[in-house]
């Protein structure tokens, strides 16, 4: 999981080194907002991966006894498979967000695209927090670092599709004038 997010990190920094080579002006800036907001996506993500990890330890140490940490993921099997499930969506949810990014930028993608990835990512992160809250104590001060990591995946993911929407107002607008200018 940490090799994939760190993979669309990287992806996305060369993504952006290509488009300050090959853009200027208005474009760039659309391409700074837009990479920008997804690479505060990928933090929150990394945040998040880190707190789920360490409330899944802490789950399994109170749950375990005397028996090995093997004995406890047998034990909760389903638990254990949904988490792993949810983790895996994320990871790929991560992946599907830099083609995304990467089709906009490039100007082969829409930015609908990309509102879905990140909406995406914001329904994979709910299932790895229900997955890791059912095990977990109420009063666990690591649940409530994860509250903290989801929500701020949350924040992010609203920040992406607000960057889209207004670019996607910017450019058209634009467009526009510059039609209006030809007119002329």
């Not at 930015?111 to 879905?116: D, H, K, W």
Request: aromatic share 4%.
């Amino acid at each position: 999981m940490d090799a994939a997010i760190r993979q669309a990190v990287e992806k996305i920094e060369e993504i952006q080194r290509k488009a300050r080579e090959n853009n200027d002006g208005l474009r760039l800036e659309v391409n700074e907002r837009i990479l920008g907001t997804c690479q505060a996506l990928m933090a929150a993500i990394a945040i998040l991966v880190q707190r789920s990890r360490e409330l899944q330890a802490e789950i399994v140490a109170a749950g375990r006894g005397q028996g090995p940490p093997q004995e406890f993921y047998k034990r909760n099997h389903q638990w254990t498979e949904g988490l792993l499930s949810a983790a895996k969506a994320v990871g790929v949810a991560a992946r599907v967000l830099v083609a995304a990014a990467d089709g906009v930028v490039t100007g082969s993608g829409k930015f609908e695209q990309l509102i879905v990835a990140a909406q995406e990512i914001a329904a994979s992160t709910a299932q790895l927090f229900v997955s890791s809250r059912v095990k977990a104590d109420r009063d666990s001060e690591k649940m409530a670092a994860l509250s903290v990591a989801s929500k701020s995946v949350n924040q992010a993911t609203a920040q992406v599709v607000a960057s889209m929407l207004l670019t996607s107002l910017i450019l058209h607008y634009t467009k526009r004038r510059r039609k209006k200018w030809r007119v002329r």
